[in-house]
């Protein structure tokens, strides 16, 4: 692939107040542009995108969103600003509590011409039992930065990078365009520090509930046995650790050579005959339709 493409950086956040300043500072090294959705954060998030705006020029706040969090919101983001794109360009979902291991820059460029999209390989932090004595024992816990956590699994994975296209399609409030024809082979690797705190978590349920976010997040608001389960996790006998999804060290990694195999992963998903079909009919009648729209 040629060296000579943008990556857009396209982020959705509410109440990160305690990392987002870190998220997106460390994208700007390999993001073009970085545009921010702010969903009515009611803590300091709002403060700290506007800082990061006034340092950096890549930074661009869309606003605040009030309605509920909704996967299209992306959408928003990619129809608002998608005039700075040209073909062959790369849109990234970056979420606010993660951290790239892979250069995005280095990665997209050994892809092959025909790929348009690319998995992550997710290794999600948790929260022990020994994070939780740690800081059940501490008076002021504006001292636990998310850099404290060293126990991971890596056991998430979905699209984090599409190709721009003339005849890319991304309907409205859906998360991803409906016509990807070819996933990389490889995945890209990621930190995600998603449960932090005690209070965040807590603040984390919150915000993801259905009367807050709709269905959205019904793969994490589930009861807490399944919640367990599903990540392979041992249930813990104290009722306290189960609220808190506390995770027991032993189920984790620390390591800091961030391997992962396939087999611990979603499936990569692989376009079959029929919907290369149907994206072919999309992919005509886009081209068809900014044509029509090009000689207007």
Same mark, same amino acid.
């Not at 959408?75 to 360009?89: K, M």
């Not at 998603?194 to 349920?205: A, D, M, P």
């Given at each position: 692939? #040629?060296?000579?493409?943008?990556?857009?950086?396209?982020?959705?956040?509410?109440?990160?107040?305690?990392?987002?300043?870190?998220?997106?500072?460390?994208?700007?090294?390999?993001?073009?542009?970085?545009?921010?959705?702010?969903?009515?954060?009611?803590?300091?998030?709002?403060?700290?995108?506007?800082?990061?705006? @006034?340092?950096?020029?890549?930074?661009?706040?869309?606003?605040?969103? /009030? /309605?509920?969090?909704?996967?299209?919101? =992306?959408?928003?983001?990619?129809?608002?600003?998608? /005039?700075?794109?040209?073909?062959?360009?790369?849109?990234?979902?970056? @979420?606010?509590?993660?951290?790239?291991?892979?250069?995005?820059? @280095?990665?997209?460029?050994?892809?092959?011409?025909?790929?348009?999209?690319?998995?992550?390989? *997710?290794?999600?932090?948790?929260?022990?039992?020994?994070?939780?004595?740690?800081?059940?024992?501490?008076?002021?816990?504006?001292?636990?930065?998310?850099?404290?956590?060293?126990?991971?699994?890596?056991?998430?994975?979905?699209?984090?990078?599409?190709?721009?296209?003339?005849?890319?399609?991304?309907?409205?409030?859906?998360?991803?365009?409906?016509?990807?024809? #070819?996933?990389?082979?490889?995945?890209?690797?990621?930190?995600?520090?998603?449960?932090?705190?005690?209070?965040?978590?807590?603040?984390?349920?919150?915000?993801?509930?259905? +009367?807050? *976010?709709? @269905?959205?997040?019904?793969?994490? %608001?589930?009861?807490?046995?399944?919640?367990?389960? =599903?990540? /392979?996790? *041992?249930?813990?006998?104290?009722?306290?650790?189960?609220?808190? =999804?506390?995770?027991?060290?032993?189920?984790?990694?620390?390591?800091?050579?961030? +391997?992962?195999?396939?087999?611990?992963?979603?499936? %990569?998903?692989?376009?079959?005959?029929?919907?290369?079909?149907?994206?072919?009919?999309?992919?005509?009648?886009?081209?068809?339709?900014?044509?029509?729209?090009?000689?207007?």
């Amino acid at each position: 692939m #040629k060296d000579n493409f943008n990556v857009f950086a396209l982020v959705v956040v509410k109440n990160e107040g305690d990392i987002i300043f870190d998220t997106i500072e460390s994208a700007t090294k390999w993001a073009d542009k970085i545009f921010v959705i702010d969903n009515m954060s009611t803590d300091n998030t709002w403060e700290k995108l506007n800082a990061l705006k @006034d340092k950096y020029d890549n930074v661009i706040l869309w606003g605040q969103y /009030g /309605g509920k969090f909704n996967e299209g919101l =992306r959408q928003i983001l990619y129809r608002e600003y998608r /005039g700075f794109s040209s073909e062959n360009d790369w849109w990234c979902r970056l @979420d606010g509590d993660e951290f790239y291991i892979d250069n995005p820059k @280095d990665f997209l460029k050994n892809l092959p011409t025909d790929v348009d999209h690319v998995y992550n390989a *997710s290794f999600q932090y948790y929260y022990t039992e020994q994070d939780y004595r740690n800081e059940l024992n501490l008076s002021d816990c504006a001292e636990l930065n998310y850099n404290r956590l060293k126990w991971y699994k890596c056991n998430h994975s979905e699209i984090r990078f599409v190709k721009n296209k003339r005849t890319l399609c991304w309907p409205q409030e859906e998360g991803w365009p409906c016509n990807l024809l #070819k996933a990389a082979s490889g995945r890209i690797r990621l930190k995600h520090f998603q449960y932090r705190t005690i209070e965040q978590i807590k603040n984390r349920f919150l915000v993801r509930s259905r +009367e807050m *976010s709709g @269905d959205t997040f019904k793969h994490e %608001i589930v009861s807490e046995e399944v919640w367990y389960k =599903r990540r /392979g996790f *041992s249930l813990p006998n104290d009722d306290e650790l189960k609220k808190h =999804r506390i995770v027991s060290a032993t189920d984790l990694s620390d390591s800091e050579k961030y +391997e992962y195999t396939d087999t611990e992963l979603p499936k %990569i998903v692989h376009i079959n005959f029929k919907k290369r079909i149907k994206c072919l009919v999309v992919a005509l009648y886009m081209k068809f339709f900014n044509d029509f729209l090009f000689k207007l």
